[in-house]
């Protein structure tokens, strides 16, 4: 019996059945396990790693109206930026807020020496002239005043009308230049809101002691009115452009600015709903307020502070509205813009007027995704221009032609297609 | 004086007390050698660089403060905020009787014109090393000597002198 089972010295193996499988690949085979990755309940930091992770994709995979619901779900102690602050140098603050660097003047496409008012010959300036001082005459000269206005309400019952006037008569004339005017939309006091994170600190105190926590941060604004597109605004330059740029580092906490910190709803809004199809913005136009006009910054010793003013306001509002249309388009803070978003917006107290350009390069700003990007926001902003001196027995005196121009040049920009 | 006093205490008549009439433009309050000390302290959460912290007495207010340091001090204010710190009334004595630690109003300056402040360096670090030849130097030397007499040999590597031939 063991002879018989005895093997042989030399094993032979019977031939190969099937010759013609000698020379294929053996079948990938499917791993049998799931991919080892840390869990998602365990308590520890690899799993709340991954709990981020998961969310990340969740609103990478869902649509833009989920995606603004999911981001904006969350409700947490948050700093309110007011675009028309009292608080000192809020414009340095702001840049750091908002990761914008600031260039004095404008951009190449409005300078003085490039072509004046595209599409605007003599005749049709004068009629824009004349507008203008139909406007400034109707407000200031042939409206019967009725009684005084009271104190801390003169800008918004005397100038606020005449700037609301002057944005519609001047864009429904210079509709039949600029197609895009004529399918725009010109909201009167709209809302416009925007939520983001940037920075973070470690809680000092309570429950959640030592954990790092990132600063909030939201924007309502109200402009005087706001025209809003169906087409985007074509860039002032191009993205790569802003790796240069210098942003402000301030190493202070924001509640130092003085900023105070609320908890409510987090908002983001460009003046209509995520339907609408004029989804892009155009340009904003703010009235400087009482309270920081520039004969009481004047009389309290301030003066420096009016162009402080006006800048951080122009920064703080161009940033909400190019953000909110980001955010329509889908993008945010872990999927950064492709494209940059442009807006325009002129701030006046009725005599000065200050123009500002804004170009949205990047919304990726919380400290994860900050990290490693070299994009910078940029904001072009000019000093205040007087456009009129007076008025005296029913002629404006003084009218400066070149705020007009500048003021025509913003409403007629347009993509060159 | 540039000022006018308000009220003539020491009039030697016997006539009613006189009242500066207001007129619009006059300061409505005058004070002469106010009787307020301010206490410029070092900030205890970092602060701005244009934000000088002070403690102030309780009755002071933003626009004295204000007044206070431009005209005694000559320091250009921007803002002034304040707040007034509650001194805690946890503490206990020895005869188990709460003890109460005193109120303050801190006021936050902000400087205008671009000025800005440190707080300075009050204690700074003083050279220990003794003089040449002095006593303490001979005193710091021969103590060194003793406490390098106490250690082991370094070659033994930290092993205790029980052990060895």
């Not at chain 1, 989804?279 to 004047?298: I, S």
């Not at chain 1, 301030?302 to 122009?314: G, I, P, T, Y």
């Not at chain 1, 161009?318 to 329509?328: E, I, N, R, S, V």
Request: net charge positive; glycine share 4%; with cysteine.
């Amino acid at each position: 019996m063991a002879a018989r089972m005895r093997l042989p010295l030399q094993r032979v193996f019977p031939p190969l059945r099937n010759q013609k499988l000698v020379h294929t690949e053996a079948a990938a085979k499917e791993p049998a396990y799931p991919p080892v990755v840390a869990s998602l309940t365990a308590k520890s930091k690899s799993a709340r790693l991954r709990q981020i992770q998961e969310h990340v994709a969740k609103i990478r995979a869902a649509p833009v109206d989920e995606k603004l619901s999911l981001i904006t779900r969350i409700q947490r102690l948050k700093f309110i930026v007011y675009p028309q602050t009292f608080a000192r140098n809020a414009d340095t603050w702001y840049q750091h807020f908002t990761k914008t660097a600031y260039v004095p003047g404008l951009p190449e496409k409005f300078a003085p020496a490039s072509t004046a008012a595209p599409g605007l010959d003599d005749a049709a300036f004068a009629d824009v002239r004349a507008l203008v001082t139909r406007v400034i005459l109707q407000e200031h000269w042939h409206k019967a005043k009725k009684r005084p206005p009271f104190t801390f309400r003169r800008q918004e019952m005397l100038v606020g009308p005449f700037l609301r006037n002057l944005v519609a008569e001047l864009t429904h004339s210079l509709s039949t230049f600029s197609p895009l005017l004529r399918f725009s939309s010109l909201d009167i006091s709209p809302q416009v809101n925007f939520y983001w994170r940037r920075g973070k600190r470690i809680i000092p105190k309570g429950h959640r002691k030592g954990r790092p926590e990132p600063h909030r941060f939201q924007i309502d604004d109200q402009p005087l009115s706001q025209i809003r597109i169906t087409q985007q605004l074509p860039q002032f330059t191009p993205l790569e452009a802003s790796y240069a740029a210098e942003v402000p580092e301030v190493p202070y906490a924001p509640n130092l600015m003085p900023l105070f910190r609320r908890q409510y709803a987090n908002h983001i809004f460009t003046g209509a709903k995520l339907p609408d199809p004029a989804c892009y913005g155009h340009t904003q136009f703010h009235l400087v307020p009482d309270r920081y006009h520039r004969n009481r910054l004047a009389r309290m010793g301030q003066s420096d502070q009016v162009e402080v003013f006006l800048r951080a306001n122009a920064m703080a509002s161009l940033f909400a509205w190019t953000g909110a249309q980001a955010m329509y388009q889908g993008f945010w803070n872990f999927e950064d813009v492709a494209r940059p978003f442009v807006s325009q917006a002129v701030i006046s107290d009725g005599h000065f007027f200050s123009f500002f350009c804004y170009q949205l390069n990047t919304v990726a700003l919380s400290v994860e995704t900050d990290a490693g990007n070299p994009r910078k926001n940029l904001l072009w902003g000019t000093e205040s221009l007087r456009l009129y001196e007076g008025v005296q027995d029913g002629e404006v005196v003084g009218l400066n032609d070149d705020v007009i121009r500048l003021l025509v040049q913003f409403l007629l920009n347009q993509p060159s297609s | 004086m540039p000022y006018l006093q308000i009220f003539l205490r020491n009039s030697v008549s016997s006539s009613p007390l006189r009242h500066s009439v207001y007129q619009l433009g006059n300061p409505q309050l005058r004070i002469f050698r106010p009787n307020w000390y301010l206490t410029l302290v070092r900030p205890g959460k970092e602060q701005p660089p244009d934000t000088v912290q002070f403690r102030i007495p309780m009755e002071m207010t933003k626009y004295d403060i204000k007044n206070y340091l431009e005209k005694i001090y000559n320091i250009p204010v921007g803002a002034v905020r304040t707040r007034i710190q509650f001194g805690s009334n946890k503490k206990t004595n020895h005869l188990n009787q709460k003890v109460k630690m005193p109120d303050y109003k801190v006021a936050y300056v902000q400087m205008a014109q671009g000025q800005t402040f440190t707080f300075p360096n009050i204690f700074p670090e003083k050279d220990q090393t003794p003089a040449e030849g002095s006593m303490e130097e001979m005193q710091n030397k021969f103590m060194e000597d003793e406490k390098q007499r106490q250690k082991l040999d370094p070659r033994r590597g930290g092993v205790t002198e029980w052990f060895g031939l």
